[in-house]
């Protein structure tokens, strides 16, 4: 009995310790979750050993998708590089604030005005899909801010009237007052979204609400009204924009619509300096699809141009082709 009281108040004195509570503050300091003054939620993982000469890391989700999809890549390659990476939510998605505009010079401008809020003078940069074309008119507009970018599954050009229209009247059209649940709400995607990678990870922006909460059961946790309302500028991009000679990755799934040797040419049009890397197994969504490969291109990309320090921590085994187009 008595050593059962001894150990417990050993523990508590452990507990209150200095050093105890300086690790729980340096974990909070790790990964951090916050939202800046304009509005744009985002998640920070520190590296202890970040220091002023590493360009940190942004990364852009896609349409649909949110700041928790680069999880865990962002903290892999805060201790790989030892920098600080930044997950965030677009405007209309997440926990970032809903507004009425969402143009592709708006998405540029909330990138640029985040860094200045955070005092980043140079950041690198990973964007998917509508992450992507931010990142690709940020380069354009503001090279000055870049020093890298890894561009995924999309490229800096126009897209015709597309599936993304049908998706967006498709999610208009789900009764949420009578879904009973997210496997009914996918069971009536299926016919405009035939891909159930797709629709699991579109249906991740629908949300329960609370039962003693009066009216739908189920919410969208991103701003479908305005996304559907601004489909057609989110397609499109600039006719014309600076060709930007930051050193830019466009790494896209081998299996993906979205690649064809036209938008290659307009790629290299519009980036002197980019590179073409297919991830072999992958469609659109490749970090998710093939995620040690997508992490493993992403490392060695930022190794050699995103101006961080030696690496010493061991990645994925990296399997990905490389072409040269």
């Given at each position: 009995?008595?050593?059962?009281?001894?150990?417990?108040?050993?523990?508590?004195?452990?507990?209150?310790?200095?050093?105890?509570?300086?690790?729980?503050?340096?974990?909070?300091?790790?990964?951090?979750?916050?939202?800046?003054?304009?509005?744009?939620?985002?998640?920070?993982?520190?590296?202890?050993?970040?220091?002023?000469?590493?360009?940190?890391?942004?990364?852009?989700?896609?349409?649909?998708?949110?700041?928790?999809?680069?999880?865990?890549?962002?903290?892999?390659?805060?201790?790989?590089?030892?920098?600080?990476?930044?997950?965030?939510?677009?405007?209309?998605?997440?926990?970032?604030?809903?507004?009425?505009?969402?143009?592709?010079?708006?998405?540029?401008?909330?990138?640029?005005?985040?860094?200045?809020?955070?005092?980043?003078?140079?950041?690198?940069?990973?964007?998917?899909?509508?992450?992507?074309?931010?990142?690709?008119?940020?380069s354009s507009l503001y090279p000055q801010l870049v020093q890298s970018a890894v561009i995924v599954d999309i490229f800096p050009v126009s897209f015709s009237v597309s599936h993304l229209d049908n998706v967006c009247a498709a999610l208009?059209?789900?009764?949420?007052?009578?879904?009973?649940?997210?496997?009914?709400?996918?069971?009536?995607?299926?016919?405009?979204?035939?891909?159930?990678?797709?629709?699991?990870?579109?249906?991740?922006?629908?949300?329960?609400?609370?039962?003693?909460?009066?009216?739908?059961?189920?919410?969208?946790?991103?701003?479908?009204?305005?996304?559907t309302n601004s489909i057609a500028d989110i397609r499109g991009y600039p006719d014309s924009t600076p060709v930007s000679n930051v050193r830019t990755l466009f790494l896209y799934g081998g299996n993906s619509d979205y690649m064809s040797?036209?938008?290659?040419?307009?790629?290299?049009?519009?980036?002197?300096?980019?590179?073409?890397?297919?991830?072999?197994?992958?469609?659109?969504?490749?970090?998710?699809?093939?995620?040690?490969?997508?992490?493993?291109?992403?490392?060695?990309?930022?190794?050699?141009?995103?101006?961080?320090?030696?690496?010493?921590?061991?990645?994925?085994?990296?399997?990905?082709?490389?072409?040269?187009?």
């Amino acid at each position: 009995m008595w050593t059962q009281i001894l150990f417990n108040k050993v523990l508590k004195h452990y507990l209150q310790s200095s050093t105890m509570i300086k690790c729980h503050q340096l974990l909070r300091q790790l990964h951090r979750s916050s939202r800046s003054s304009s509005g744009i939620s985002y998640t920070k993982v520190s590296s202890p050993e970040a220091g002023h000469n590493h360009a940190p890391v942004l990364f852009l989700h896609g349409l649909f998708g949110s700041k928790m999809n680069f999880n865990k890549p962002a903290k892999l390659l805060a201790a790989d590089l030892k920098t600080d990476c930044y997950c965030l939510d677009c405007r209309n998605h997440g926990k970032s604030e809903w507004r009425d505009e969402m143009s592709m010079d708006d998405l540029a401008e909330d990138i640029v005005n985040f860094t200045q809020e955070m005092g980043l003078e140079k950041v690198n940069m990973v964007g998917h899909s509508l992450g992507g074309k931010q990142a690709c008119l940020v380069s354009s507009l503001y090279p000055q801010l870049v020093q890298s970018a890894v561009i995924v599954d999309i490229f800096p050009v126009s897209f015709s009237v597309s599936h993304l229209d049908n998706v967006c009247a498709a999610l208009c059209l789900l009764p949420l007052s009578k879904i009973q649940s997210r496997d009914e709400a996918s069971q009536l995607l299926s016919s405009q979204i035939p891909s159930e990678v797709e629709r699991n990870f579109i249906l991740s922006n629908l949300v329960s609400v609370p039962r003693k909460e009066p009216g739908s059961r189920w919410k969208w946790r991103c701003n479908i009204d305005v996304i559907t309302n601004s489909i057609a500028d989110i397609r499109g991009y600039p006719d014309s924009t600076p060709v930007s000679n930051v050193r830019t990755l466009f790494l896209y799934g081998g299996n993906s619509d979205y690649m064809s040797p036209a938008r290659v040419r307009r790629s290299k049009e519009l980036f002197s300096n980019a590179s073409f890397q297919a991830l072999e197994g992958a469609g659109h969504i490749v970090h998710f699809e093939q995620p040690e490969l997508f992490y493993d291109a992403v490392r060695e990309f930022f190794v050699k141009y995103g101006a961080v320090s030696e690496v010493k921590s061991e990645s994925f085994i990296n399997q990905s082709s490389q072409e040269t187009l």
